[in-house]
């Protein structure tokens, strides 16, 4: 019996026993042929991306599977960080965010894009940080990208886990300045958020 864990505009995510599976939806706006293509395309690419961050960091690896528009991974059981963050202990907090940091300068040094990176997709078990769901990511090796992936977490960090959100990105900050080219991505962010401001 399928469980129904999520479901998004994009794609809907069951929980099958211990099984989890990414089933990309229909489009109906779109030409049938064309439809296929793109989630077999999307499919593809996010089965790749996560093997290739699951020999880096923790993520799921997926599963052996012949769908050509779901994804097969081993179900995670642990604490989803969008909804338990804010209740460990402050230096606790501070201690998973740097982790968090740490895993995401190990992605950006292989130019690996998470494309949404925010405590929903990542999964508290035991003392591992696994990260989740790699559907709008991508191989870049652009400043400019890896910006965007920082900016994404910092507004984040400040929308859901807005307490002491400033002193958990600095920690994040402290994790990811692991990565060798660290100070200009943190330039380039500079410049992302001036952007942004000035759009209002």
Not at 128 to 155: C, N, R, T, Y
Request: hydrophobic letters at 35%; one cysteine or more; glycine letters at 4%.
């Amino acid at each position: 019996m399928k469980k129904v864990l999520q479901q998004g505009a994009e794609a809907i995510i069951y929980l099958d026993k211990d099984k989890v599976i990414k089933d990309r939806i229909k489009k109906s706006y779109r030409i049938s042929e064309l439809d296929d293509k793109i989630r077999k395309q999307r499919t593809k690419s996010e089965t790749k991306l996560l093997e290739k961050a699951s020999n880096i960091i923790n993520s799921v690896t997926p599963l052996k599977t012949n769908e050509k528009f779901s994804i097969e991974m081993p179900f995670i059981e642990g604490k989803k960080l969008s909804e338990h963050l804010d209740n460990f202990e402050f230096g606790e907090q501070k201690k998973i965010c740097r982790k968090i940091g740490e895993s995401v300068a190990k992605l950006h040094n292989n130019n690996i894009i998470h494309g949404d990176l925010t405590t929903s997709n990542m999964i508290l078990k035991k003392d591992k940080i696994f990260f989740i769901d790699f559907g709008l990511g991508f191989i870049s090796q652009k400043i400019e990208d890896k910006a965007v992936d920082i900016h994404l977490f910092k507004e984040a960090l400040e929308a859901k886990h807005f307490g002491h959100w400033q002193d958990l990105f600095k920690e994040f900050l402290n994790g990811y300045s692991a990565y060798p080219e660290h100070k200009k991505i943190l330039e380039q962010v500079k410049k992302v958020e001036s952007r942004g401001r000035y759009r209002h």
